[in-house]
């Protein structure tokens, strides 16, 4: 079966790109893939069985999702039919449908890439349901975002997801030196800027190459250290995309961190979304939402210092606002932690919703009228401020709720842990005053 390189009708004479030289040939020259190509994985069962299911491969990009389905296409004997959601709409995939059905009639099956499946609408994804059940295609789509929120919940049950990784530095050095036996040359670095090409590849194969292709056309006597790899390569944005997964990956991040009570960790994550573009203003709403959420009343003055630092980025902007988030997540992952308020609140609103339109009990109810009084409104209502220790001890639940909920419960962390005690005395003195109830 032709490459994608002779696909596109070059001569096979003419230059290739380094990373089409090194296209791995068979499933075993996959690097970086192991949990699905060997030993007990999904695909290295495929094989074995000989029997090719349709499946999704979720991965970042340069990890071989693309090379997987064309090699299995091969290994299987499938006609390899490619096609791209991003350039593809409807009409393409039917002649893709029709194309198949007329293999099938022939004898032979198709296997039906899909590139970035998740560009297409549900509509077009539903649109694979009846071929992948009539076993007219045999069905790989190929995607960067989380097929849970991208794709069809109909099309996921026919298909298996397949998680494929970020390749880690043994598998991107073994890349380089099958680049450097293809070239019949040694990479012209030093083995610190080795290791910083490596690190600049962010876990894509395909980019890796490149990079390797761009230092190989050098032709230097000497290596490069790694300072001098910053004039000849040029560092690529970080994978970040504002509205997808990845920008929920690293909210998430952030927020388990600060709730971990990790400032560094914290602080890497901010700079991370900072670096990838995120929207100040988005991380400093997180910013107050964790510090009611997670911290509460353990240290009242995290709510502050959120607010500050959202109010200190408007006056200021980037990038010295910037300075003003990092304050805030150090204040944040360093305070006490306590979740016994928004645990409270949630119960409370599950009883207001339980218990419907109970009326407040009438001692706590003004009277401003005869009739009213007349009625009991206000009877019996004492003014605390001029009971012993500012506290009458009343109820102030509904007459109707036999039972008398305790919503909250403060942490013996931080500022709470004096709330807490405060309460108990309370609740000590307000079961005397009504009886034990």
């Given amino acids: 079966m032709s490459s994608l390189f002779e696909a596109a009708g070059l001569e096979d004479d003419a230059p290739r790109p380094l990373a089409d030289r090194l296209r791995p040939k068979t499933l075993d020259e996959v690097v970086g893939q192991d949990h699905l190509l060997k ?21 970042p990009p340069g990890v071989g999702k693309t090379t997987i389905a ?43 890439f899909v590139d970035e499946i998740h560009r297409f609408n549900r509509a077009q994804q539903d649109g694979f349901l ?22 069809n919940a109909a099309l996921l049950s026919r298909a298996q997801v397949l998680v494929l990784k970020r390749l880690e530095a043994d598998s991107l050095d073994l890349l380089i030196q099958r680049a450097e036996a293809e070239t019949g040359r040694k990479l012209p670095v030093t083995p610190e800027a080795r290791s910083a090409v490596l690190e600049l590849a962010n876990g894509d194969g395909r980019y890796l190459l490149n990079l390797a292709e761009e230092l190989f056309s050098l032709n230097r006597d000497t290596p490069l250290e790694r300072e001098d790899l910053a004039t000849y ?14 920008h929920y990956n690293l909210i998430s991040a952030l927020h388990k961190s600060i709730r971990g009570s990790h400032p560094d960790a914290a602080l890497y994550w901010l700079a991370r ?17 964790m510090a009611n959420e997670d911290i509460g009343l353990a240290d009242p003055t995290a709510i502050h210092a959120a607010l500050a630092a959202k109010e200190t980025y408007d006056f200021l902007g980037s990038p010295e ?36 339109s109970l009326p407040p009990p ?76």
């Fill in 39 to 59: 030993g007990e994985g999904p695909i290295a069962r495929m094989r074995a069985q000989k029997r090719f299911a349709s499946i999704i491969l979720w991965g």
């Fill in 70 to 112: 064309r090699l299995l296409a091969e290994e299987s004997g499938l006609e390899f039919e490619p096609l791209s959601a991003v350039f593809s709409g409807v009409a393409d995939l039917k002649k893709a449908f029709d194309r198949a059905r007329a293999r099938r009639q022939a004898g032979r099956g198709t296997l039906l």
């Fill in 130 to 151: 009846p071929v992948v059940e009539e076993g007219v295609i045999t069905l790989v789509g190929a995607t960067t975002e989380n097929p849970s929120f991208e794709l």
């Fill in 233 to 246: 390569l040029q560092r690529r944005a970080p994978v970040y995309d504002r509205d997808r997964d990845e």
């Fill in 273 to 289: 979304m900072l670096e990838g573009g995120e929207d100040p203003l988005f991380l400093a709403r997180r910013l107050v939402r």
């Fill in 321 to 356: 606002g910037e300075l003003a988030l990092a304050q805030a997540v150090v204040h944040l992952a360093c305070a006490p932690k306590s979740n016994a308020v928004y645990n409270a609140y949630k119960a409370a609103r599950r009883a207001a919703s339980d218990t419907g």
């Fill in 362 to 437: 009438k001692h706590i109810l003004n009277a401003p009228t005869k009739l009213m009084k007349a009625e009991g409104y206000g009877a019996g209502y004492e003014y605390d401020h001029n009971a012993e220790s500012g506290f009458s001890g009343q109820d102030y639940f509904p007459d109707e709720m036999k039972d008398r909920p305790t919503f909250y419960e403060p942490t013996d962390r931080g500022r709470e842990a004096a709330i807490g005690e405060r309460l108990a005395r309370w609740r000590e003195i307000r079961a005397k005053k009504q009886g034990g109830r």
